[in-house]
């Protein structure tokens, strides 16, 4: 039968802007999770990670934040640069799993 | 400079005949895994490593395969490429803390991979 392919969610934010880009993650025993940037023709970078121990975790102009409760992690970008337009994808680890499962990616444009 | 290297970056090939994506990092991990990425259905893990002679499958193993001979070097083998084997390819490392990886990975620049 066809497939049929998942849109990328997309945000747009004015440039000096804060970013906040959500993401729902799977299972709830994940205790290790990390936010990654892949701009267009490159591999996917390490941005920040977060434990599950920690509600909060800075780093310099982002933020991760995670919610347990409801199995949601965002990354928040302050001051949002052209440099910062690129996909953002959320991954999780849960326990026992040899690997992480990431997340579908949204893509962010910087409008100048 | 610490860093994962893929090669080819782009490769165009014919059904069937065999080829070797290689992958090299020089940050002494211990693991080392293969992705693909595909429009609508993201990263999907291929194989991975814990360490040398050791691998493993991930989500999406059929018609590859690995070796990991030397810590450094973890190559993706198609032995006979099909066109559903077109797709963006990523080898990625970390080191292990505790037995288990930490998975701030390093992504290499990818292969896009042609089949016709």
């Known amino acids: 039968g066809e497939s049929v392919g998942l849109h990328l969610p997309t945000l747009s934010v004015q440039e000096g802007d804060n970013s906040i880009i959500n993401c729902a993650y799977s299972?709830?025993?994940?205790?290790?999770f990390i936010w990654y940037k892949q701009e267009s023709g490159k591999g996917p970078q390490f941005i920040i990670d977060?434990?599950?121990?920690?509600d909060k975790r800075q780093g310099q102009r982002v933020t991760v934040l995670l919610n347990k409760t409801v199995k949601h992690l965002s990354l928040q970008i302050a001051a949002t640069q052209p440099g910062d337009s690129a996909v953002y994808f959320c991954a999780e680890n849960p326990p026992h799993y040899d690997k992480v499962i990431f997340g579908p990616g949204t893509s962010l444009s910087v409008i100048p | 400079e610490a860093q994962v290297t893929q090669n080819p970056r782009y490769l165009i090939t014919v059904t069937g005949k065999k080829l070797t994506v290689t992958c090299s990092q020089n940050m002494n991990h211990e693991y080392m895994s293969w992705y693909r990425q595909d429009p609508g259905l993201g990263l999907r893990q291929i194989y991975y490593s814990m360490n040398v002679e050791v691998t493993d499958k991930g989500d999406v193993p059929e018609g590859y395969k690995v070796s990991r001979k030397e810590k450094r070097n973890f190559p993706l083998i198609l032995e006979s490429p099909s066109p559903n084997q077109t797709s963006l390819y990523f080898c990625?490392?970390?080191?292990?803390?505790?037995?288990?990886?930490?998975?701030?990975?390093?992504f290499g620049s990818g292969t896009r991979l042609t089949v016709v």
């Open positions: 990625a490392s970390s080191f292990r803390s505790g037995g288990a990886p930490n998975y701030g990975y390093t």
């Open positions: 299972n709830s025993a994940s205790d290790y």
């Open positions: 977060i434990r599950s121990n920690m």
